[in-house]
């Protein structure tokens, strides 16, 4: 009897010690990883804002449109890592709008489509950091849309995806800078969808993520433009759980050292967690989850050998926080 007390009191505590054990193996941090830290910066000097879009140029982050919760924005300001500055640049000269679309080309950048609270859009604009100056360029070919994807390769700019007010789409446009033209090009594989994430490595683009008739797409894409090709990866899923909490919308994606980061966004709530992807592998490793208020339809860029993470919303509440990510440091809890 007395053998059989002695026996369950060391198995409970054993038990006890393994939990507490577990639960404190990631400081806290969603996913509780220690790969990869973060650190706050100095404020966005714009307005709170979901929405918006960004690109980065020569070392320069570039943030500018969205929405504030009362108003579409044309604001365009520019961020230096080096003086963790921000400096108010020449208005976006289009419609105030939110849920644009952009990318960079030969140091260039690009920005377009979106919503203006009414309509769809689809015209696009230029922008020339050396000048601090708009031109606009020609409408996209496809039809008005917001929440799609876009990024630059070669020395061409892609658009796909999105909702155009009635349906999500799966098209996908193809511009060149020195035509002033959109090609249609073959549409993104899998499903239409909205809200998905891009990044781009070795001039070869991924897409994966957003969601299709309120489902949230498992699925992950790779586009060789020598080819005009759509190849399916595997599912995003953790190679070592098997779990699928990689599948997200409204996500940000930024790449370091050959690497892609995937980060924030929403689920079946909105997310904090970040993972890592290797094209080499095809496999996704979780890291150090991020550690501003979780958020979804906030923008990112990366210069520099890091990340950073700026704006987003969670609920009603809309951020003007910018932060940090440095995957090759270990993870440092914030004050």
């Known amino acids: 009897m007395i053998m059989t007390k002695l026996k369950t009191i060391l198995i409970s505590t054993c038990l006890v010690l393994l939990v507490a054990t577990l639960a404190c193996s990631g400081d806290g941090i969603p996913g509780n990883p220690d790969e990869g830290n973060w650190v706050e910066k100095s404020d966005f000097e714009g307005a709170i804002r979901s929405g918006a879009a960004s690109f980065s140029i020569n070392g320069i982050g570039y943030v500018g449109t969205g929405y504030d919760g009362d108003n579409r924005l044309n604001d365009l300001w520019e961020y230096d890592p080096d003086r963790d500055a921000w ?8 419609v105030s709008r939110s849920a644009a679309m952009a990318f960079t080309i030969n140091g260039k950048g690009y920005l377009g489509a979106g919503y203006d609270g009414n309509n769809e859009l689809n015209d696009f604009w230029e922008y020339d950091p050396s000048l601090n100056s708009w031109k606009q ?46 090609t249609q090009r073959t549409s993104v594989g899998g499903s239409k969808r909205i809200g998905a994430f891009t990044f781009t490595v070795d001039n070869v683009a991924y897409v994966g993520g957003g969601s299709h008739n309120d489902i949230l797409e498992q699925d992950l894409w790779k586009y060789d433009p020598a080819d005009d090709r759509w190849t399916e990866l595997d599912d995003l899923d953790d190679e070592l759980s098997g779990d699928d909490d990689i599948a997200r919308a409204n996500a940000v994606a930024f790449v370091v050292s050959g690497k892609a980061y995937l980060s924030t966004g929403t689920a079946d709530g909105i997310l904090a967690d970040t993972w890592a992807y290797s094209p080499i592998e095809d496999e996704w490793v979780e ?49």
């Open 87 to 94: 400096r108010r640049l020449a208005d976006f000269p289009g």
């Open 287 to 335: 890291m150090t989850g991020f550690e501003g208020r979780a958020r979804t339809a906030a923008v990112a860029f990366a210069i520099n050998g890091v990340g950073y993470v700026v704006t987003g919303r969670n609920g009603n509440s809309r951020f003007d926080d910018i932060w940090l990510f440095d995957p090759l440091e270990p993870y440092e809890e914030n004050d």
């Open 137 to 182: 360029i020609a409408d996209l070919a496809g039809p008005a849309r917001h929440s799609g994807i876009a990024f630059g390769l070669g020395d061409k700019g892609y658009v796909g995806t999105g909702f155009d007010g009635s349906n999500d789409l799966k098209d996908f446009w193809e511009y060149d800078p020195a035509t002033d033209q959109w």
